[in-house]
């Protein structure tokens, strides 16, 4: 029996430059036909990609004919300042929310909340879902959040996410599936029905995953860390086994009944497009993309 091609979603960052303003929209051109469920653009620590974050948003409204979602942490900002910028996603035609505690600036060290804005992210949630019938995601830790006391604490956590409105948890990318597998299953087992989205992070640099995963908490598997083994300079033979990697991965998850993911792409297109061809995905002709103008808008 064949099995469904499953649903995705693809995570990108706002661009800092013009160049890397054409490579998101680039990526995104290159993705859209295979009909993402939703595309999401994140939020950088404290609010520091406010304006970028809402323009990229903004710009797939208008161009296109994907859901986009836009993330919004609570970081550094007051209660008003947050609903302001969410108020802002709603004129602008976002209706879908990655809310998020978000990590402090660096060099802040642990999060603090900002005396007048909201404490985590469960308290977001409630804050926006009283604002507008904003569409919500939210996070969560396979393996456990790094500030969470105990297992059972981060998974409390989870539930108050969705107690207050969450409709969707989207983890942190992760390269060992069985701590999925026992979280998707002690989460349900806490009463979570929501869907369980895995975030998965095709490796691009080995090095670089390692630099995002410690902070995070993701563990290595021996058999993922020596496939990597002696290809730091040798770009396309890492390419190729990161595909494979990954290919499996997703199979492997879709056989114990995963039927979504959400990718995070980098802005890099490629490697996640042949990951979702050989999940069964095919271009749909109906969606519309973002035009190219002079490599960027």
Known sequence: MTVPAPQVSFEFFPPKSA???????????????????????????????????????????????????????????SKEEVNQVALAYWDAGIRHIVALRGDPPPGEGSFTPHPDGYRNAAELVEGLAKLKDFEISVGCHPEVHPDAVSAEADLDNLKSK????????????????????????????AGVSVPIVPGIMPVTNYRQVLKFGDPCGVS????????FEDLDEQPDI???????????????????????????????????YAICHMLGLRPNPDVIAPQMQDGTH
Request: charged letters at 25%; glycine letters at 4%; aromatic letters at 10%.
């Open 19 to 77: 160049e890397m303003e054409a490579k998101l929209w680039r990526s995104l051109t290159r993705l859209a036909p295979l009909d993402p469920q939703f595309v999401s653009v994140t939020y950088g620590a404290g609010g520091t990609t406010r304006e970028r974050t809402h323009a990229t948003v903004k710009r797939i409204v208008d161009e296109t004919s994907i859901p986009p979602a836009a993330h919004l942490t609570c970081v550094g900002a």
């Open 220 to 227: 290595v598997p021996d058999d993922f860390a020596r496939a």
């Open 238 to 272: 890492r390419k190729l086994v990161s595909a494979d990697i990954a290919i499996e991965q997703c199979k492997s998850l879709m056989a114990e009944g995963v039927s979504a993911f959400h990718f995070y792409t980098l802005n890099r297109a490629s490697l996640t």
């Open 162 to 189: 969705i107690d207050a409105g969450a409709s969707r948890a989207i983890t942190q990318f992760f390269y060992d599936n069985n701590a999925f597998l026992r979280f998707r299953d002690r989460a349900a087992a």
